[in-house]
């Protein structure tokens, strides 16, 4: 099982600073759909630097009851699958930029998750479909489009927990609802952590919020009690 436990987690920049994270609680139990909302500042990206250990700590973190520190990093990344808000495409093909956690992938494999994703008729609106190139020296790929590339390869990762990043920051309506559905569908049977500053729509993907304030979760609840405030 793949519970995720942050006790008193404490993250500063350098000796001098504030604590960014100053004593942050935190359980996601395999299985569980949580919002991370707080304004900006508040540290949701300090946690999650901390989580896929970017950043040394104080406190403890604990996956699956192993202490974070006694997981090496790539084992941390192919536990925790995170769709970052600019997903980082290499100078290769999609295929190349997709199969990026598994080297060994088949192509029936590679369609299924293309599915998933709801990125099939933009591959097929690729001029050279999965070969298409991508990268740097590539066509232009759309910032929707990135993050459904990166769910894709999250799906293949098959990490029992997915963090999502301001997955809807600065799409279009109808952008972020083709997100959704991907979102939906990556989430099944997974552990998921969406952090945001303004949850929004992001409602229907989770059960529950936990707001994050000065470096600390200060309230957990479901999250229609959350919604009935606004
Ligand atoms: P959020 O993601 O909620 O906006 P952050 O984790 O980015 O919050 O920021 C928490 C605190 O840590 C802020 O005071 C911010 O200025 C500081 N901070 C974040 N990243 C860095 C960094 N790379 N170097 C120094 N301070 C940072
Ligand atoms: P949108 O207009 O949909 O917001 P952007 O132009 O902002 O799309 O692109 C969003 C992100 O997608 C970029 O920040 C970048 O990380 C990534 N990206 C876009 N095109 C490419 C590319 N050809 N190669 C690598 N990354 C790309």
Redesign the pocket.
């Given at each position: 099982h793949f519970d995720l436990s942050i006790r008193q987690l404490r993250l500063r920049y350098n000796e001098t600073a504030s604590w960014a994270l100053d004593g942050v609680n935190l359980d996601l139990p395999q299985g569980a759909r949580l919002a991370l909302v707080g304004p900006s500042g508040a540290g949701k990206s300090s946690l999650m630097g901390a989580l896929l250990r970017f950043y040394p700590f104080e406190g403890r973190i604990a996956l699956g009851g192993i202490p974070l520190e006694n997981l090496g990093g790539d084992e941390v990344r192919s536990h925790i699958a995170v769709v970052?808000?600019?997903?980082?495409?290499?100078?290769a093909s999609l295929r190349e930029n997709l199969k990026l956690g598994r080297p060994d992938v088949t192509d029936e494999e590679l369609r299924t998750v293309i599915t998933q994703a709801r990125l099939d008729s933009y591959v097929d609106s690729l001029p050279h479909g999965l070969d298409t190139w991508?990268?740097?020296?590539?066509?232009?790929?759309?910032?929707?489009?990135?993050?459904r590339i990166a769910i894709a390869r999250a799906l293949l990762m098959d990490a029992p927990i997915l963090i999502l990043d301001e997955p809807t920051e600065?799409?279009?309506a109808v952008?972020a609802n083709e997100l959704y559905d991907s979102i939906a569908v990556a989430a099944r049977g997974r552990s998921l952590l969406v952090i945001t500053h303004r949850l929004g729509k992001l409602c229907s993907l989770v059960d529950e919020v936990a707001v994050m304030r000065d470096g600390r979760v200060v309230e957990r609840l479901p999250v229609e009690a959350y919604r009935s405030r606004f």
């Amino acid at each position: 099982h793949f519970d995720l436990s942050i006790r008193q987690l404490r993250l500063r920049y350098n000796e001098t600073a504030s604590w960014a994270l100053d004593g942050v609680n935190l359980d996601l139990p395999q299985g569980a759909r949580l919002a991370l909302v707080g304004p900006s500042g508040a540290g949701k990206s300090s946690l999650m630097g901390a989580l896929l250990r970017f950043y040394p700590f104080e406190g403890r973190i604990a996956l699956g009851g192993i202490p974070l520190e006694n997981l090496g990093g790539d084992e941390v990344r192919s536990h925790i699958a995170v769709v970052e808000q600019q997903p980082y495409l290499f100078d290769a093909s999609l295929r190349e930029n997709l199969k990026l956690g598994r080297p060994d992938v088949t192509d029936e494999e590679l369609r299924t998750v293309i599915t998933q994703a709801r990125l099939d008729s933009y591959v097929d609106s690729l001029p050279h479909g999965l070969d298409t190139w991508v990268g740097e020296n590539g066509i232009r790929v759309s910032g929707g489009e990135a993050r459904r590339i990166a769910i894709a390869r999250a799906l293949l990762m098959d990490a029992p927990i997915l963090i999502l990043d301001e997955p809807t920051e600065g799409l279009d309506a109808v952008t972020a609802n083709e997100l959704y559905d991907s979102i939906a569908v990556a989430a099944r049977g997974r552990s998921l952590l969406v952090i945001t500053h303004r949850l929004g729509k992001l409602c229907s993907l989770v059960d529950e919020v936990a707001v994050m304030r000065d470096g600390r979760v200060v309230e957990r609840l479901p999250v229609e009690a959350y919604r009935s405030r606004f």
